[in-house]
């Protein structure tokens, strides 16, 4: 047994065999061989390369009928290299000498090449580094023959490990198949890591190198809880894990039941319960959860992950994605572009380094220096609208000035579609992320500018206690629950009142049960979380009187500091909901 | 009987060498040293090319490859063993051919 501890950024238990994975997707074993075995695989190797080498021949006839022989000459070159006796020589002898099982040889040698190619200051041979990353995907497919394992073939359960995963490859996971993922590489605020969440499989990244002390089908089991990757685990862990799972699943059926229930407390006081998501079809799992709407549809996906910026049509088609997910008439908050210039730059613009991103050209103000691409996105929001509830909520706006230069430009967005004849809401309600101090001071003014506010608590904390919550030195400061923090979300909910205008907050927050109670009795009435999140907060919501909620936060906001604040919701939710304590 | 000392089939012939411009304007690149390759593994002899005290190994396109051998780069080509004499030309040819891709 082995434990191994990593950052948890996705909750639950899972246990299972492991499936190896490199960057191209396949299974390769760094397995090491029996001395006795090493004969066999070297047959094995030998007729894995026969057989990649008949199959580019045939690509090479293939080829060569539809396009030309010159085309298909390409693919005799692939063939003859897999017959390259310099090449093959040197992976039979990490097989015998290293005892290497032939995928992990085959993979070393034809990589080792591919650097050789790219290193040797040659642009010719740099482009031919393609050519055998081709070779080795094709070699090693015929090694693993019927063993073959891309992700979206998965036939039996799987916990995935790998140095790192793009969100392109996390977003193809299954999660019905891939019970969990581990990487080597990442952090709390990786968009692989985001994602996780949003699957709702267990994850844990960053537990630096330990890929070479795991095989594929060894067992394993991840606690995505507490960030811990148990390699081998012995019985007595596996049944103490084995319990754990139940009581969580059987935790997680009786918040399930309540799914029908209204989000009510207990005298009678209507919440809604709204859900966050990064892909269009997590909204039917929203749903399913007990989501009355989508309250934060964050878009960055549509932009990561590629090299061209996303085109109308494709904002266009995700958002009527959305759409179909969700029952007739229920709200969808669009979010506009909400990247750091660190995480994504328009590829039209050069890449200028900023000394403080955080503090830099990021979301709205990223948008409003490159309106082509902002306007981009709106047109295909209000087009989108024709057909539902669509709301737009603009991130991170600091200023009025700010807040009037987005407004101007829905007016101008949709004075273009109107000129164009393109149908498009004419009324769309608009919304403002209060996210930063200045915003949450002028709640009062910008309230009145827009139709709602929606408090994003993540960088709110962030920016007023002015601490990076993934930076471990000064992680200790960042707490939601801050009387600095609650001061300001205090100011929002009774600024929008007074206005007249409801209050959202979308932020990590709002779905932790110890603050839901809170919240509630500050006088928040709308709540946006992760789906999983939605009956929990709902349970919260119905196990407590308005009266309780407010004498709880009253209490709270007399506090002087973070710890005492934490201490004091731990006592009132035992006492309020011992169930919790899980 | 067991085996004697004897001697290997290329010392029985001298080496034949001949040096060689690349005139390809895309130097010695993949489909040039695949068919010099495909060709040299014909001959029972050893196929060998040298640029600056580098040797490939004539019958492995990768290290012909590895030559990097972009147009204008002198070779020696070197080739020894019993079918020497007839592998010298066909082989010295195609190396020196304008593109050994074309029909």
């Not at chain 1, 891939?178 to 844990?204: D, K, M, Q, Y």
């Not at chain 1, 060894?218 to 049944?239: F, Q, S």
């Not at chain 1, 859900?275 to 269009?280: A, K, M, S, V």
């Not at chain 1, 035992?574 to 919790?580: A, G, I, K, T």
Request: proline share 5%.
């Amino acid at each position: 047994m082995d434990t191994r501890r990593g950052t948890p950024v996705s909750p639950g238990v899972a246990a299972g065999p492991v499936l190896l994975l490199d960057t191209e997707w396949f299974r390769i074993s760094r397995r090491k061989l029996r001395t006795a075995d090493v004969d066999a695989e070297i047959e094995r190797f030998r007729t894995a390369m026969a057989a990649a080498a008949t199959e580019a021949r045939q690509e090479q006839q293939n080829i060569g009928k539809q396009l030309g022989r010159q085309y298909g000459a390409i693919f005799e070159a692939h063939a003859m290299l897999l017959e390259d006796p310099a090449m093959s020589g040197e992976i039979e002898l990490q097989i015998r000498t290293d005892e290497y099982a032939a995928e992990y040889a085959v993979s070393r040698v034809i990589r080792r090449y591919a650097k050789a190619f790219q290193s040797v200051g040659s642009s010719m041979l740099a482009g031919r580094a393609s050519d055998l990353f081709d070779l080795e995907r094709r070699v090693i497919g015929c090694l693993l023959g019927d063993r073959r394992e891309e992700l979206k073939h998965l036939t039996a359960p799987v916990i995935v490990m790998a140095h790192d995963l793009t969100p392109s490859q996390a977003a193809q996971l299954d999660p019905s198949k891939v019970h969990a993922f581990v990487t080597e590489a990442g952090g709390r605020t990786s968009h692989t890591s985001i994602l996780a969440a949003a699957l709702e499989i267990p994850a844990v990244v960053g537990v630096g190198p330990f890929l070479e002390d795991v095989s594929g089908g060894d067992e394993a089991i991840v606690d995505g809880n507490h960030g811990l990757v148990i390699l081998d685990p012995d019985d007595a862990t596996r049944a103490q894990y084995e319990s754990a799972r139940k009581t969580y699943v059987s935790f997680e059926r009786s918040l399930d039941e309540l799914r029908d229930l209204p989000a009510e407390t207990k005298d009678g006081v209507r919440i809604t319960l709204l859900g966050n998501i990064e892909f269009p079809h997590e909204a039917a799992h929203a749903v399913a959860k007990g989501a009355e709407g989508i309250g934060l549809y964050r878009t960055e996906f549509l932009y990561l992950s590629r090299d061209s910026d996303p085109t109308e049509e494709e904002h266009y088609k995700a958002y009527c994605e959305v759409l179909s997910h969700l029952p007739a008439g229920v709200p969808l908050v669009v979010r506009t572009l909400d990247l750091g210039a660190d995480k994504f730059n328009p590829r039209s613009e050069p890449v200028s380094e900023e000394q403080n991103p955080a503090l830099g050209v990021r979301s709205v103000r990223l948008c409003l220096q490159n309106l082509p691409l902002f306007k981009t996105q709106l047109r295909a929001i209000f087009r989108a609208a024709v057909h539902g509830d669509i709301r737009i909520l603009f991130p991170m706006i600091t200023t009025m000035r700010e807040l009037r230069r987005c407004k101007l430009l829905l007016k101008e967005v949709k004075e273009d579609l109107f000129e164009d004849g393109v149908p498009f809401a004419r009324e769309v309600p608009i919304g403002t992320m209060v996210e930063v101090p200045a915003a949450a001071i002028l709640a009062g003014p910008m309230a009145r500018e827009v139709d709602y506010l929606s408090i994003g608590t993540n960088d709110l904390v962030q920016y007023t206690l002015a601490a990076d919550r993934t930076n471990e030195h000064v992680a200790e400061l960042y707490s939601a629950v801050d009387p600095a923090v609650l001061f300001l979300i205090q100011r929002v909910l009774d600024e929008g009142r007074k206005a007249g205008k409801k209050v959202n907050v979308c932020g990590e927050m709002s779905g932790e049960p110890f603050f839901a109670a809170l919240l509630l009795g500050m006088g928040l009435r709308q709540f946006s979380v992760t789906p999983h999140s939605i009956p929990e907060v709902k349970r919260v919501i119905r196990s407590l009187t308005l009266t309780e909620a407010e004498n709880i936060a009253r209490e709270a906001l007399l506090l002087e500091t973070a710890s005492e604040v934490m201490n004091y919701l731990r006592t009132q939710s035992r006492r309020l909901l011992p169930e919790l304590e899980l | 009987m067991s085996a004697i000392n004897r001697p290997s089939a290329g010392t029985l012939d001298p080496p034949l060498s001949r040096d060689i411009v690349v005139v390809n304007p895309q130097g010695l690149h993949l489909r040039p040293a695949t068919a010099f390759a495909k060709l040299a593994r014909q001959f029972a002899s050893s196929v060998a090319v040298c640029r600056d005290g580098q040797r490939a190994n004539g019958k492995s396109q990768m290290e012909l490859l590895m030559l990097a051998a972009e147009s204008g780069a002198r070779l020696t080509l070197e080739v020894e063993g019993p079918d020497a004499a007839t592998a010298l030309d066909p082989l010295a040819d195609l190396l020196a051919a304008a593109d050994a891709s074309d029909d």
